[in-house]
């Protein structure tokens, strides 16, 4: 259960920072209008509290391996709603990304090891 929840908690939490910072993109960048920009803070605080219900204790523990998430979810993003195409570098830099992540999540914690 725990797996599962961590990896729903990593999903939620990059669509709300990916979500929140594309829509600020779209505000102040695009002109697409000024809420869409207040959407997108609001998003962002979302991501705060959805990345504060992990489980691991360790602020920079989830947040490191949340960047692997964020490099993979950005992406998925561009491609899905920008229309991005990415490079097979691209993908390659993603893999490596949630290579990392994947360690920092799934490693035993040192209490564990000892």
Sequence with gaps: MTTARIVVLFALAAIAEIGGAWLIWQAVRENRGWWRGLLGILALGAYGFVAAL????????????????????????????????????????????????????????MAQTE
């Design 54 to 109: 992990q489980p691991d204790a360790h602020f920079g523990r989830v947040l490191a391996a949340y960047g692997g998430v964020f490099v993979a979810g950005s992406l998925a993003w561009g491609i899905v709603v920008d229309g991005f195409r990415p490079t097979v570098w691209d993908y390659v830099g993603t893999g490596v990304a949630l290579v990392g992540a994947g360690i920092i999540i799934l490693a035993p914690s």
